[in-house]
C-alpha cells in the first residue's frame, strides 16, 4: 500500500524477501536478507545408526563448520561417541586421532580430565542411554596455521541428562593428523548404534 493515499500495490515481493521500512515518510520495500556468518548447509536423522555422514560440504567459502548435535543417544552397546573424518573420500579408521577435555558425569562434583592419542576416533562424550546435546566446531580447509603445518581441530561441547540427578557434560578439543583437506565427517557409537538429530553450518569468514 502506498501509505500516504492508502492505494495497495500489486507488488508482493518475490519468495524469501521481507519488507523493510525506508523511515518516517517513506513506503517500505522489498528486500532480500543476507544469509549472515552461518550458513545452513544439511542435517541428518538417526534411529539405531551406525553412524551418521556428512560428505561433499567443505568450501572455501566457509571459514569453519559447526554440527549442532539435538537429542543424541548411545544405543546398542556403543561405549562413547566419536568422530571420524573422511580425506579425499575415504573414511579414515586408524589410529591418528587424539583428543583431550573434561567431563562431569552422574551429577558428579568438579570436573574430571582425560585425553587420548593415536586412537581410532576421537571421542566426545561418554555417557550411553541420554539424551544429549550440543555443538561441535571444525575447520577442514587447512588454510590458517601459522606453521604452514596445519591438523583439523575439532572443539566440541555436549551434554544431556537421563533424570534430575544422571547429568553429563563433556568439553571435548581434538584432532586428526593429517595435513590434507578433510571431505567429509562421521559421528558414531563407538561399538554400537546412534540415536538423534544432527545439523550442519558453514561459519563464512566474513
Do not use: E
Amino acid at each position: 500500500c502506498d501509505w500516504s493515499s492508502d492505494v495497495c500495490s500489486s507488488d508482493l515481493g518475490t519468495s524469501g524477501q521481507v519488507l523493510t521500512t525506508q523511515g518516517a515518510g517513506a513506503n517500505p520495500t522489498w528486500t532480500t536478507p543476507s544469509s549472515g556468518s552461518w550458513v545452513y548447509l544439511s542435517s541428518a536423522a538417526a534411529f539405531g545408526s551406525s553412524g551418521v555422514d556428512f560428505t561433499g560440504f567443505v568450501s572455501s567459502t566457509y571459514f569453519s563448520y559447526a554440527l549442532v548435535v539435538s537429542g543424541m543417544n548411545l544405543t546398542g552397546g556403543a561405549s562413547y561417541g566419536g568422530i571420524r573424518v573422511y580425506v579425499g573420500g575415504v573414511l579414515q579408521t586408524g589410529a591418528d586421532y587424539n583428543d583431550a577435555g573434561f567431563y562431569t558425569d552422574n551429577g558428579g562434583s568438579g570436573l574430571l580430565a582425560r585425553n587420548s592419542s593415536n586412537a581410532t576416533a576421537m571421542r566426545i562424550t561418554n555417557a550411553t542411554n541420554l539424551k544429549q546435546s550440543g555443538i561441535i566446531f571444525f575447520n577442514a580447509n587447512n588454510f590458517n596455521s601459522l606453521s604452514g603445518d596445519a591438523r583439523p581441530v575439532f572443539v566440541s561441547n555436549i551434554g544431556g541428562g537421563g533424570g534430575t540427578s544422571t547429568v553429563t557434560t563433556y568439553y571435548t578439543i581434538g584432532n586428526y593428523n593429517t595435513a590434507s583437506a578433510l571431505t567429509g565427517i562421521r559421528m558414531y557409537g563407538v561399538g554400537g548404534t546412534i540415536d538423534g538429530y544432527f545439523y550442519l553450518y558453514g561459519i563464512k569468514a566474513s
